[in-house]
């Protein structure tokens, strides 16, 4: 095995690293970790409750002797989908490929335990979990942009009609007829988690109050597209606290400007200063979006990757050596 020296000048080799579940006793050392990420907003503190308690997946840590210095969590989304999250290496053992052998750690875990779809999604920039996709038989699948408007109680939002539960057939039968669906990938973005979007989620998000129909103008009947909102971000900072998330919004081409500008309307009614949310990147949409007010939050793509997981795939993962 090959010895390394951190950043803080601490020697290593790499015999010295292994994997195990991570522990309540770990929470210490993760918080740590994620104070030095996304310069302190990570969201890790405020999801590792759920993380812990969580049966149905993986939570990992990549140990040096006692010292926390990488995670990687694998979550069951229902059925046969898998969503991968999470991974962190300690500031001061990056670059040294910890976050290389957690992710193929957390592969292969899932090739022999957790067989349907795996996905992942990473920044645009993020160029080494964009190499280690590729090695591990990952394929980009779509990608979006991160959009938001002030919201404006000027804006007029009767023709945005909050479903209930009893809606389900109609919404489910407009959502997989919507043009975007499919290429979005079948998924609803929730705080960078793309989502499995089924009638049992979409039930969930109705029953929730999330979902709201667009009707066409007049007498025409039939819903000319669909929002499902995700619920707010309260404990995660006053900015996002303040903001209206939009888990999923599509309609009919002609329709969809004025979807979104009554969003921004319905924010405003709720209380919240913008909306925001990350959209498929397709030139046509993202037209008609900046024609309702809408800007691009930051440069970077938000890709979103997947593979089948199936032990008879014949994509294979390539080693370090490239066997």
């Known amino acids: 095995m090959t010895t390394a020296v951190n950043k803080a000048g601490v020697q290593f080799s790499r015999a010295d690293f292994h994997i195990r579940p991570v522990t309540a006793a770990d929470r210490a050392a993760i918080e740590a970790i994620a104070a030095q990420i996304w310069d302190g907003e990570d969201y890790l503190p405020f999801v590792l409750d759920a993380w812990l308690a969580d049966v149905s997946g993986l939570f990992c840590a990549g140990v040096i002797g006692e010292r926390v210095v990488a995670v ?183 329709e969809f400007a004025a979807l979104a500008m009554a969003l921004r309307g319905l924010a405003a009614r709720q209380g919240f200063e913008r909306v925001s949310w990350k959209v498929l990147d397709d030139a046509g949409l993202l037209t008609r979006l900046k024609a309702a007010g809408y800007q691009q939050r930051w440069d970077e793509q938000v890709l979103l990757f997947a593979r089948e997981l199936s032990l008879t795939e014949h994509a294979m993962i390539r080693t370090q050596t490239g066997a």
């Open 72 to 254: 990687a969590k694998l979550t069951h989304m229902g059925g046969d989908q898998w969503w991968l999250e999470g991974l962190r290496v300690d500031p001061a053992f990056q670059g040294m490929g910890l976050g290389r052998i957690m992710h193929h750690y957390m592969v292969n875990y899932s090739r022999r335990y957790a067989p349907g779809t795996l996905r992942f999604s990473t920044a645009s920039s993020n160029k080494a979990v964009i190499r280690m996709a590729a090695e591990t038989a990952f394929q980009r699948v779509a990608a979006f942009v991160a959009y938001g408007a002030e919201a404006d109680p000027a804006i007029p939002t009767d023709r945005l009609v909050r479903l209930e539960s009893g809606d389900i057939d109609r919404a489910w039968a407009r959502l997989i007829k919507l043009p975007y669906f499919e290429a979005a990938q079948r998924t609803l973005e929730d705080s960078w988690r793309f989502l499995p979007l089924t009638p049992d989620r979409l039930r969930e998000r109705l029953a929730a109050g999330q979902v709201y129909g667009w009707v066409r103008p007049g007498d025409i009947p039939g819903l000319a597209g669909l929002a499902i909102l995700n619920a707010p971000r309260g404990s995660t900072g006053e900015e996002e606290a303040a903001r209206l998330y939009v888990g999923y919004a599509d309609a009919l081409p002609d």
